[in-house]
């Protein structure tokens, strides 16, 4: 069994706030060209093999829809640095913020560095009781599964996957790790404990 969790060191996580907005911020460097990210973020067809299917408008002004996920508007589209999408589940109120930014950056010769930003409005209850995590583990699956994609590997099946020890111990780290960030952002302690305590029983609830 491959150990995953190895894959949550590689990625830096911050938070903060932006306006009205909450957001999270995570970076990895990947070992693949700039070329063959950009790629895999925005190809239909690779997607599907390492995230989720997507359909739609692939276009600056178009909509897409990620299956059983988010669907959202294309704001910017800027071969293979930057992509700006809205980020929309549900019917979220007309002034809400939720707009999800990838930027990518040569690292060496054959090395891209990954920086991913999720800026949405919370509910100040919501952000009390589970804090970054929330979204921020649901973003490091995200990033294990572009990384395994380079790799040429993957989970499996992603929601056989989920329910095994192993995803467990990974999102059980993960909500961990945001609790980190968190802290280091100038949050209680005891906050941090519970939303920590909460996300992980979220994402990987005791199975007794």
Known sequence: MSDFTNHLD????????????????????????????????????????????????????GKYQIEGNAGGEILVCEAPTLLKITWVMGVPAESDINEVSVRLSTKGDEETHLELEHAATVDPNMWGQFGPGAVGVGWDLTLLGLGLHFQGQSVGDPNAWQSTPEARAFMTRSSTLWGGAHLAAGADAAEVEAAVHNTTQFYAPDPA
């Open 10 to 61: 590689l990625i830096d996580r911050r938070t903060g706030v932006a306006g009205e907005a909450r957001t999270i911020t995570l970076s990895r460097t990947y070992d693949a060209e700039i070329e063959d990210v950009w790629e895999a973020l925005t190809d239909p067809e690779r997607l599907k093999r390492w995230f989720l299917p997507v359909s739609g408008d692939f276009r600056v002004g």
